[in-house]
C-alpha cells in the first residue's frame, strides 16, 4: 500500500491519481477559456511549461501567461522551468501564482539554493530529470523536494512519443522513495495518453502530464476522465 501524501489541498494516494494537462497544447487566442475548460473538469492539477530557448531548443512563454491562466483557475498551479539557472526567477513565478514550481536537476549548479528560494517563496518544490539522467543523481536531494518529474520525452516540445525506458526509471524511483522513509510524488510528463497511462501509472507515478492528448481530443474533458481511469 502506498501511503498517504498531503500536497496543499489534494491527498494523492495510489487510488487518487493525478492528471495535469499541459496548457503548452492549448490554444493561446483562448487562454482563458481553455483554462476554464481544464477547470471544469476532472484534473487536479494545471501544468505551465516555461522554456528559455538555452536549457531546451524552444521558447514557449513566461510571466505574462500566468496570471490569466491563475484568474481562470483555482486548480494548483504546476510550473515546469525548461530554463538555467532557475533560481534567477523562481520567486516571481510564485508572485504570479505558481503552487508547486519544478526546476531541472541539469540546468542548476545549486540545486539546494534552488529548493530553499522556493520554499522559502511559498510554493511546493519539485525537480525534474531529462530521459538521459539517471535517477541516483536525485538521491541526496530526495527528502527535500515535494515532487520529482520524470520526463518520458526530451523536454522542449509536446507531441513526442513516450520513452519505454522510462517505465524502469519509475519504477526504480519508487524503490528509492520507499527506501528513505518518504512520501515524495512522481509526476512523469510526455507522451502519455489513455493507450498508456495505466502502465505509467503502475510503474509508481502518482501524476501523469499530458498536452496532445488532452487538447487535440474531440473531447478534452471526456479524454481527461479517460487517462484518470485507463
Ligand atoms: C515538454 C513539456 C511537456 C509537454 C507534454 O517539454 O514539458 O509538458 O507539454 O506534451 P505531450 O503530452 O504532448 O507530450
Ligand atoms: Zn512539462
Known amino acids: 500500500m502506498q ?9 494523492v494516494t ?5 492528471i495535469a494537462p499541459s496548457m503548452l497544447s492549448a490554444d493561446f487566442g483562448h487562454l482563458e477559456r481553455d483554462t476554464r475548460m481544464i477547470d471544469a473538469s476532472a484534473a487536479q492539477w494545471v501544468h505551465i511549461d516555461v522554456m ?16 490569466p491562466i491563475r484568474r481562470a483557475t ?32 541539469e540546468a542548476t549548479s545549486d540545486p539546494m539554493g534552488c529548493i530553499e528560494r522556493i520554499r522559502k ?15 541516483e543523481t536525485l538521491c541526496d536531494l530526495l527528502p527535500y523536494v515535494d515532487l520529482v ?7 522542449g516540445f509536446g507531441g513526442q512519443s513516450f520513452i519505454e525506458g522510462s ?16 512520501d515524495t510524488i512522481i509526476e512523469v510528463d510526455g507522451g502519455i495518453s489513455a493507450r498508456n497511462a495505466r502502465a505509467v ?7 501523469l502530464v499530458a498536452g496532445s492528448a488532452v487538447f487535440k481530443a474531440e473531447d478534452p474533458a471526456a479524454e481527461i476522465v479517460r487517462i484518470l481511469e485507463a
Open 3 to 11: 501511503s498517504e501524501k498531503k500536497f496543499t489541498d489534494f491527498t
Open 14 to 18: 495510489a487510488m487518487n491519481r493525478i
Open 52 to 67: 528559455d530557448g538555452v536549457f531546451v531548443p524552444n521558447i514557449s512563454f513566461g510571466f505574462p501567461v500566468m496570471k
Open 74 to 105: 483555482s486548480k494548483l498551479l504546476d510550473v515546469h522551468l525548461m530554463i538555467v539557472d532557475p533560481e534567477r526567477y523562481v520567486e516571481r513565478f510564485v508572485e504570479e501564482g505558481a503552487d508547486l514550481v519544478t526546476f531541472h536537476q
Open 121 to 135: 517563496a511559498g510554493a511546493r518544490v519539485g525537480i525534474s530529470i531529462k530521459p538521459a539522467t539517471g535517477v
Open 149 to 155: 518529474l520524470v520526463m518520458s520525452v526530451e523536454p
Open 167 to 182: 517505465l524502469a526509471k519509475i519504477s526504480q524511483l519508487r524503490k528509492m522513495i520507499r527506501e528513505q522513509g518518504l
Open 201 to 207: 501509472y503502475d510503474a509508481g507515478a502518482d501524476a
